[in-house]
């Protein structure tokens, strides 16, 4: 088979050398392009004029030798191979040349062996190049994102450190936009992830548009994407940033037929002297990110370090992360409170289940702590989960006497979690719990917001005899229009309306009128924050069914059999 045209650099400084070279050469089959230099300032010319295969170089030479030619070809490109071919080397010489990466060395008296010496070092660059291509490729991977081919977000906070310790030393002022697209889960949702791919790697391109060459763009998560801004003050970010935010709100997706539109809610933050590590200022942008989706989404905020609101954000975020830990170290428990029948001879009629936190020490944290946070950052699904698994445990190995059961609250976000009536069916089976022993609470403004999932889950789970209860009722705007739809059993009025009974004429007057609309309705009432015996009085004369608070009983903790947990749900 023959070989291909072969380009030889010859460092010599006698021409009838390179001649007999090239003559050894073509007679061995070796079809050959060259170029012969005598300094170092040709040979530097001629490695940036052309590629070359293999360098040939004479090892001494007037005012230039072998060791010359070695390091000019190692700082081009350290891959070319390098052959002495010299009349004379001595034993240490040619070791040394080899230690400073020559690939060979040969007597010009005898190049017999040049043309395998050669044709190695074609095969062996061939393989060096390929592993370097390799490791750049995985190099490129390391640090981009493999949809959008952006900066990543290791890559990012690496760019970010750099631009930091600049501004610490040199005085400047940059700026960091944190992006979080508005209505994204739409087009997965509508059109599936092969669609929301598409539109993520359009709009990575929409945003880079507006944006200087020097400014760095990156994709920090599913659908976040950050720039950093160099020698960029506040005004100018901001001016970039709604700039951007025009640019993806006018953008339109079309996918099968369907046109699809989404906003872009963008978190500024300053980078200066002042400004903490490379993390502190990537979540101060996300605040300011999340601050923005509060106003609205389609805005922005821009982070300041005495702003109140990030303040409270920031220790929503902290409790995210002991959210985190409680759930991975089960450091979550379980109380309940009872509820009483008013009317005859009472009693307890059920109970409802409450959760609670143990800090690191053991100390009981309360609900109101932490939910917040777990319901801003996504924490409700799988704290509704675990309350679900170890309630329902719970149940299966305490079997209450008569009538009595247990009510488990449920948030909006595991309202919309397509596998929880699975679940909820798993656990009930799995802890033997007869369905009739469990009633769901769900808030009235939850149902309502997610009115459609609300009426299936209930009908779902009705189906095999779970009851359910409209919490804190008359909190929402139309709360008598949705009760002739939502398939619950018991009403419990918002504790707002209870605590003032005694002196609020208006409070009566709601509480009178829902108890009504309940009984039309069928449904059972519960009065919650009960606090003594004379609101149980005037509860039991306007005929509310059941009553909860501290002048029925306090919340006590559950002892439930010590097994590993997976999982996730609320109160």
């Not at 501004?167 to 949702?189: C, T």
């Not at 992830?193 to 200087?212: N, T, Y």
């Not at 059972?524 to 059941?546: N, P």
Request: aromatic share 6%; glycine share 8%.
């Amino acid at each position: 088979m023959p070989e291909g045209l072969i380009k030889l650099l010859f460092a010599e400084d006698v021409e009838d050398d390179v001649v007999l070279i090239l003559r050894e050469l073509r007679r061995n089959g070796l079809r050959v392009e060259h170029q012969r230099v005598d300094s170092a300032a040709a040979m530097r010319a001629a490695l940036a004029a052309h590629d070359w295969d293999v360098v040939i170089t004479d090892h001494n030479m007037p005012g230039f030798d072998s060791g010359a030619a070695l390091e000019i070809v190692r700082r081009h490109d350290p891959d070319l191979p390098v052959i002495i071919v010299s009349g004379t080397i001595g034993e240490e010489m040619a070791v040394e040349a080899m230690r400073m990466g020559a690939k060979d060395y040969i007597m010009k008296n005898n190049l017999r062996r040049l043309v395998p010496a050669i044709r190695r070092e074609l095969d062996d660059a061939g393989a060096r190049q390929a592993r370097r291509s390799a490791e750049a490729a995985i190099q490129h991977l390391a640090m981009h994102d493999a949809l959008t081919g952006l900066r990543n977000r290791a890559s990012f906070l690496a760019a970010l450190e750099g631009l930091l310790n600049q501004a610490r030393h040199e005085d400047g002022q940059h700026s960091l936009l944190f992006l979080d697209l508005d209505q994204f889960k739409i087009v997965n949702d509508t059109c599936g992830h092969l669609a929301g791919d598409e539109m993520l790697k359009q709009l990575s391109e929409v945003l880079h548009r507006p944006i200087r060459g020097s400014d760095l763009l990156a994709r920090v998560g599913g659908d976040e994407f950050c720039i950093l801004l160099e020698n960029c003050v506040l005004d100018r970010a901001r001016s970039v940033a709604e700039t951007l935010r025009t640019a993806v709100h006018d953008f339109r997706f079309l996918w099968n037929g369907k046109v699809f539109s989404v906003g872009v809610s963008i978190g500024i933050v300053a980078i200066d002297k002042h400004s903490g590590s490379a993390n502190d200022i990537l979540s101060a942008a996300d605040m300011a990110c999340y601050a923005a989706k509060d106003r609205g989404r389609d805005a922005i905020h821009v982070y300041e370090r005495n702003d109140q609101e990030m303040t409270r954000r920031r220790g929503e975020m902290d409790w995210v992360s002991r959210i985190d830990d409680a759930l991975h170290a089960n450091r979550f428990r379980l109380w309940r409170q009872p509820i009483r029948l008013l009317g005859g001879v009472g009693g307890i009629h059920h109970y409802e289940l409450l959760l609670r936190m143990l800090d690191p020490d053991g100390n009981v944290v309360l609900p109101g702590a932490f939910l917040p946070a777990a319901e801003r950052y996504d924490r409700m699904r799988d704290i509704d989960r675990w309350v679900i698994d170890n309630g329902l445990r719970y149940i299966g190995t305490h079997r209450e006497s008569g009538d009595q059961f247990h009510a488990i609250n449920l948030s909006g976000g595991s309202l919309s979690d397509d596998g929880l009536r699975e679940f909820v069916g798993d656990r009930i089976a799995a802890y033997g719990v007869d369905p009739r022993g469990i009633c769901f609470e769900i808030t009235e403004t939850v149902a309502i917001g997610n009115f459609q999932a609300a009426v299936d889950f209930m009908q779902n789970l009705r189906g095999i005899g779970c009851r359910f209860a409209l919490d804190d009722f008359g909190s929402g705007l139309s709360s008598f229009a949705y009760l002739k739809s939502l398939p619950v059993d018991f009403i419990k009025i918002d504790g707002k309306f209870i605590r003032n009974l005694r002196s609020d004429p208006m409070d009566r007057a709601i509480v009178e009128a829902i108890h009504r609309v309940a009984h039309v309705a069928s449904l059972r009432t519960i009065a919650e924050f009960v606090e003594d015996s004379a609101l149980i009085d005037i509860l039991e004369g306007i005929g509310v069914d059941f009553a909860q608070g501290y002048g029925v009983g306090r919340p006590e903790p559950l002892q439930i059999p010590e097994r590993t947990i997976a999982a996730t749900a609320t109160s």
